[in-house]
């Protein structure tokens, strides 16, 4: 079983960026999709951003739409969400998550611990 280790979460002011990053043991990365998800304090997880396993398609919640970016790599066992103009309401603990297969619209089924994003107003 691969484990998934996030880090790069923080405290920003509203507009500000962040970049979390997470890393993949395991030799099998690049034969999956990846994403990430959030949940806030009294509230379900929600999905944020998948790519597929070579990163030729992403996807994105309407949330997060024009202000996140997620990218991999896959000589690195890497992957990154690239948050700009973030707003409060991004205020979560943001998790990645492996799928279940190439495709980033197939369940997730590996998640990792989480890295707290706080965006103050």
């Known amino acids: 079983q691969p484990q998934l280790s996030e880090s790069g979460g923080g405290l920003v002011q509203s507009g500000g960026s962040l970049r979390p990053s997470c890393a993949h043991s395991?030799?099998?990365?690049?034969?999956?999709?990846m994403g990430w998800f959030r949940q806030a304090p009294g509230k379900e997880r929600e999905f944020v951003a998948a790519?597929?396993?070579?990163?030729?398609?992403?996807y994105y919640a309407d949330s997060v739409r024009g202000r996140f970016t997620i990218s991999r790599d896959n000589a690195k066992s890497m992957v990154y969400l690239q948050m700009n103009s973030l707003k409060p309401e991004d205020t979560a603990i943001y998790s990645c998550?492996?799928?279940?297969?190439?495709?980033?619209?197939?369940?997730?089924?590996?998640w990792g611990q989480g890295t707290q994003v706080t965006v103050s107003s």
């Open positions: 395991g030799r099998t990365f690049g034969s999956y999709a």
């Open positions: 790519i597929n396993w070579r990163g030729a398609s992403t």
């Open positions: 998550a492996r799928g279940s297969t190439a495709y980033g619209t197939d369940p997730f089924l590996v």
